[in-house]
């Protein structure tokens, strides 16, 4: 057996971004045949650290020397092949309507097929027959679901054949399946010479993985092979969850959503199929599904921002979409909401504190007054979540768990009688879960829905279902 070699090193090597340190005098070394899981809390510097291996920063002569080709997948997409600000949020939910970005002018909508500029070799066939992408190659990238975006992704990055292949936090946003699928494909590529760098919720660590490396406020606080790791859960919050100043709005509905024999189809695609639900009132409800079976569409129909939900008979509030004359501001007022497709397409340009009080204009725009009960829930929030430093700092500079906990206030900063809460924890540590479940739970009359993979992830007072299946006409 060859001995490893040294694919990529880095030497007391410091990274700053807008003149902050965000890794720290780090020395690491990647070898051959090594699989490393990188682990730490939310904002510790773990997809600054695979941006870094990935040769994304400058560095100082001899602080980063890397030797191997590289590919590394991101938790968002933004290439010379597709970029998120080239459209906009609710263009992902129209059938046919122009292409046109958000400077005006107008774009070529690109298909799966051409986001992965597929070859017509046996090798892209099996690849993308096993990431159970073939059926999607012609529907627009946009129209994806998070879930089937996160496998393009990943397939994207195989289908170049790269040595070394570095993935942020992968399993995020899969289903229970493909997520065990995908673990036992990457087992097999590394068993065929595959070096691996992923970052990982610590509670979780594939088999696969052979060493494991712990990262702390941008500083490489320990290292070694993962039979020596040992991770010790975080205690119980021990700081009370705020109460809002800002009253909540009167729940004057009995039903807050009911949509009967609704269908949501894109040419001879269906997406949901005669599908029936009632929620009312104060009930929390958990929203199951795999990847594509339109768990998000359905949201997207419940906040207004899907056009099919006129062609259907969809009930919010008590009123048939299109029928009342309640204007989508009418709906989205009385909403909290959250999801990975927002999180894709929000503006990178505006401040965190920007970012949260867009919640109380329901776009992606600040108010431009506050009263002082929001001001006073802004910096309650913050503070609650540990994230004050973080105010004045650009949305586009924080890490993807940082910025899902901005986008997490901003839902919760109108006090709504109603939250859509889509995937709400992906990429956030187990402490700043811990602390969101705890405030979702004190809220009182509140109607909750609530989106995820994981069971475990639901709050306490969650306890009614309701399942999607994939649809297959």
């Known amino acids: 057996m060859p001995l490893p070699t040294e694919l990529i090193t880095l030497n007391a090597l410091t990274i700053r971004r807008s003149g902050q340190p965000v890794l720290t005098d780090l020395a690491f ?3 051959s045949g090594e699989c490393w899981a990188i682990v730490g809390p939310t904002g510790s510097g773990k997809t600054s650290f695979l941006q870094t291996l990935a040769g994304q920063f400058h560095a100082p002569p001899g602080a980063l020397v890397r030797k191997a080709r590289t590919e590394f997948v991101s938790f968002k997409e933004e290439s010379s092949r597709f970029s998120y600000s080239s459209y906009f949020y609710q263009q992902r939910y129209q059938a046919t309507m122009s292409d046109e970005g958000t400077d005006g002018s107008y774009t070529s909508t690109p298909t799966l097929r051409d986001f992965l500029q597929l070859t017509d070799s046996n090798e892209s066939a099996a690849l993308v027959e096993r990431l159970g992408l073939s059926p999607l190659l012609d529907r627009s990238f946009i129209k994806l679901s998070n879930g089937q975006t996160r496998k393009a992704r990943i397939g994207k990055a195989l289908l170049k054949q790269p ?8 399993f995020v946003g899969l289903d229970a399946i493909f997520r065990a699928e995908l673990t036992d494909w ?3 590529l590394i068993h065929h010479g595959l070096t691996l760098v992923l970052v990982k919720e610590p509670t979780d660590i594939p088999a696969f993985v052979t060493h494991v490396a712990v990262l702390e406020k941008g500083r490489m606080v320990w290292s070694g092979p993962k039979e020596a790791y040992t991770y ?8 009370v969850p705020p109460a809002l100043q800002t009253p909540p709005p009167k729940s004057d509905f009995d039903e807050a959503f009911r949509l009967s024999d609704v269908t949501v189809r894109y040419g001879d695609t269906i997406i949901l199929n005669a599908l029936n639900w009632a929620v009312r009132t104060d009930e929390r409800w958990a929203l199951f599904g795999r990847n594509g079976a339109g768990k998000s569409v359905l949201l997207s129909l419940l906040y207004g921002d899907h056009p099919q939900a006129y062609s259907n008979d969809v009930r919010v509030f008590g009123h048939r979409r299109g029928k009342s004359g309640e204007s989508i501001w009418d709906v989205k007022r009385r909403i909290g909401f959250i999801s990975p497709e927002l999180h894709l ?8 504190r920007q970012v949260a009080l867009t919640g109380l204009t329901d776009t992606l725009t600040p108010p431009s007054q506050l009263s002082p009960a929001s001001e006073s829930d802004l910096s309650t929030l913050f503070d609650y979540f540990g994230l004050t430093p973080l105010l004045n700092r650009t949305f586009g500079t924080l890490s993807a768990g940082e910025q899902r906990l901005i986008l997490l206030i901003r839902a919760f900063i109108k006090n709504a009688p109603v939250l859509l809460l889509d995937e709400p924890f992906q ?3 187990d402490n700043h879960v811990q602390l969101a479940r705890q405030l979702i739970d004190s809220f009182t009359h509140k109607t909750i829905l ?3 993979h994981d069971q475990s992830e639901l709050p306490g007072s969650i306890h009614q279902i309701f399942s999607i299946s994939v649809t297959t006409s």
């Open 29 to 31: 070394t990647l070898r």
């Open 163 to 170: 040595s070394v292949l570095l993935l942020d936090s992968p």
């Open 450 to 452: 609530f989106v995820t």
């Open 186 to 188: 990457l087992g097999e």
């Open 345 to 352: 397409y929000f503006p990178q340009r505006l401040t965190a």
């Open 232 to 239: 010790s859960p975080p205690d119980p919050p021990s700081v």
């Open 427 to 429: 990429a956030i540590d």
